[in-house]
C-alpha cells in the first residue's frame, strides 16, 4: 500500500478501516450489483442494503425521482428478507469482500424483528457489524419511528446489544427535535456508534398531472441538498457521546468528506452521488489521499474533530 492510502487508516468500533469511505446503505444493493462497475475491495466498506424478516416488496412505482437539489425517493425498505440474504448475499460479500468491511443494514416493524435478524446473522463470516435503522415505522406504537421514542430506543438498542458481539451503529433521522440526546439514549444502552443522518421527508409534484412524481407520494430526500444538514448532525452528535459516528448526506467531493471529518466523524457514507456515479467512491478515495498530500496529512484520523469553531 502507498504511503498515499496508508494515511487514510481509520479505526472505528474496535474495527481498522483502511479508509473512511463507505456505501451508505440502499444505495449499493449487497454489494455484487456493483461489482462489475467499480473495485469494492478498494473502499473502507459497504453497508448493505437493509435486512427485515420476512421479504418486503416495498413501495409502487415510481420509486426514485431526481431534482436540482439530489433526488428523492420511497423504495420502501425492500429486500428478499433474511433467508436469502443469508443464503445468497452475504456468502458473495464474504468471498469479494477481502479488505472492505461489511455492516448489514438491519430494519424491523417490532423491536423483536431487530432481534431475529441480528440473532441470526451474528457468526455469519465476513459480517464486520451492524446499523441498526431506527427510523422505521413501530407498529405496536401506532407508527411512530423507533427513534423518536427514546424509551423504546433505549430497549430496542438494549435488546440488540444482547443479541450480538458485533459492533452496532444506530441510525438517526435529521428530524429529531434533539438529535444528540437522541444518539446519548443510543449509547448508553449500548450502541458502538452513530450514523447520522437518513433521508429529509419531501414531496415533489408532478405539475402537468397534478400528482407526486414518486407512486407512494412522499419520499427522503437525498444528495448535494442535505450536505450541511449532515454536517451539523454529525458536529452535534460527536460533541454528545464518545463513540464513532459515521456522516452521510450529499457527499460528491473530498472535500465533503473532510467537511465531516472535521466536524468529527470517522468514516462517512456515499449514497446518491455512488448512484448517479457508480465509479465516483473510488475516485474519493485517491482525491482524499491527494488531499491529504497536498495539505500535508499524515494520517486522516489526525483530521477527526478539528473544526474550529467561532468564539
Given at each position: 500500500m502507498s504511503p498515499?492510502?496508508?494515511?487514510?487508516?481509520?479505526?472505528?468500533?474496535?474495527?481498522?478501516f483502511?479508509?473512511p469511505?463507505?456505501?451508505?446503505?440502499?444505495?449499493?444493493?449487497?454489494?455484487?450489483?456493483?461489482?462489475?462497475?467499480m473495485d469494492l475491495?478498494a473502499?473502507?466498506g459497504l453497508?448493505?442494503?437493509?435486512v427485515?424478516?420476512?421479504?418486503r416488496?416495498g413501495?409502487?412505482a415510481p420509486?426514485?425521482?431526481?431534482?436540482?437539489?439530489g433526488?428523492?425517493?420511497?423504495?420502501?425498505?425492500?429486500?428478499?428478507?433474511?433467508?436469502?440474504?443469508?443464503?445468497e448475499?452475504l456468502?458473495w460479500?464474504?468471498?469479494?469482500?477481502g479488505?472492505?468491511r461489511?455492516l448489514?443494514?438491519?430494519i424491523g416493524?417490532t423491536?423483536?424483528?431487530?432481534v431475529?435478524?441480528?440473532?441470526?446473522?451474528d457468526?455469519?463470516?465476513g459480517?464486520?457489524?451492524?446499523?441498526?435503522?431506527?427510523?422505521?415505522?413501530n407498529?405496536r406504537?401506532?407508527g411512530?419511528e423507533?427513534g423518536?421514542?427514546?424509551?423504546?430506543l433505549?430497549?430496542?438498542?438494549?435488546?440488540?446489544r444482547?443479541?450480538?458481539?458485533?459492533?452496532?451503529?444506530v441510525?438517526?433521522?435529521?428530524?429529531?427535535?434533539?438529535i444528540?440526546?437522541t444518539?446519548?439514549?443510543?449509547?448508553?444502552?449500548?450502541?458502538?456508534?452513530?450514523?447520522?443522518?437518513?433521508?429529509?421527508?419531501?414531496l415533489?409534484?408532478d405539475v402537468?398531472r397534478?400528482r407526486p412524481?414518486?407512486?407512494y407520494?412522499?419520499?427522503?430526500?437525498?444528495?448535494?441538498?442535505?450536505?450541511?444538514v449532515?454536517?451539523?448532525?454529525t458536529?452535534?452528535?460527536?460533541?454528545?457521546?464518545p463513540v464513532?459516528v459515521v456522516?452521510?448526506?450529499g457527499?460528491?467531493?473530498a472535500?465533503?468528506?473532510v467537511?465531516?471529518m472535521?466536524a468529527?466523524a470517522?468514516?462517512?457514507?456515499?449514497?446518491?452521488?455512488?448512484?448517479q456515479?457508480?465509479?465516483?467512491?473510488g475516485?474519493?478515495?485517491?482525491?482524499l489521499?491527494?488531499?491529504?498530500?497536498?495539505?500535508?496529512v499524515?494520517?486522516?484520523?489526525?483530521?477527526?474533530?478539528?473544526?474550529e469553531?467561532?468564539?
Amino acid at each position: 500500500m502507498s504511503p498515499v492510502l496508508a494515511s487514510l487508516r481509520v479505526e472505528a468500533a474496535g474495527i481498522e478501516f483502511q479508509n473512511p469511505v463507505l456505501l451508505a446503505s440502499g444505495t449499493a444493493g449487497y454489494g455484487r450489483e456493483l461489482a462489475d462497475v467499480m473495485d469494492l475491495d478498494a473502499l473502507g466498506g459497504l453497508v448493505t442494503k437493509a435486512v427485515s424478516v420476512e421479504p418486503r416488496a416495498g413501495a409502487p412505482a415510481p420509486r426514485v425521482a431526481e431534482f436540482g437539489g439530489g433526488m428523492i425517493n420511497a423504495v420502501g425498505l425492500a429486500n428478499p428478507g433474511l433467508d436469502a440474504v443469508r443464503r445468497e448475499h452475504l456468502p458473495w460479500l464474504a468471498a469479494h469482500m477481502g479488505r472492505a468491511r461489511v455492516l448489514v443494514n438491519v430494519i424491523g416493524s417490532t423491536i423483536e424483528d431487530f432481534v431475529a435478524v441480528t440473532t441470526a446473522l451474528d457468526a455469519e463470516p465476513g459480517v464486520s457489524a451492524f446499523e441498526l435503522n431506527v427510523s422505521c415505522p413501530n407498529v405496536r406504537c401506532g407508527g411512530t419511528e423507533f427513534g423518536a421514542d427514546r424509551t423504546v430506543l433505549a430497549d430496542l438498542v438494549g435488546r440488540v446489544r444482547r443479541a450480538t458481539q458485533r459492533p452496532l451503529f444506530v441510525k438517526l433521522s435529521p428530524m429529531l427535535p434533539d438529535i444528540a440526546a437522541t444518539a446519548r439514549v443510543a449509547v448508553d444502552a449500548g450502541a458502538d456508534g452513530i450514523t447520522v443522518v437518513n433521508t429529509l421527508p419531501g414531496l415533489l409534484i408532478d405539475v402537468e398531472r397534478r400528482r407526486p412524481v414518486l407512486g407512494y407520494g412522499s419520499g427522503g430526500v437525498s444528495g448535494p441538498a442535505i450536505l450541511p444538514v449532515g454536517v451539523l448532525a454529525t458536529w452535534k452528535v460527536t460533541r454528545a457521546v464518545p463513540v464513532p459516528v459515521v456522516g452521510v448526506g450529499g457527499i460528491a467531493t473530498a472535500e465533503d468528506i473532510v467537511q465531516y471529518m472535521l466536524a468529527g466523524a470517522t468514516l462517512v457514507g456515499v449514497g446518491t452521488a455512488a448512484m448517479q456515479d457508480p465509479r465516483l467512491p473510488g475516485r474519493l478515495v485517491h482525491a482524499l489521499g491527494a488531499w491529504c498530500a497536498e495539505h500535508g496529512v499524515q494520517s486522516l484520523a489526525d483530521v477527526v474533530g478539528r473544526l474550529e469553531w467561532p468564539s
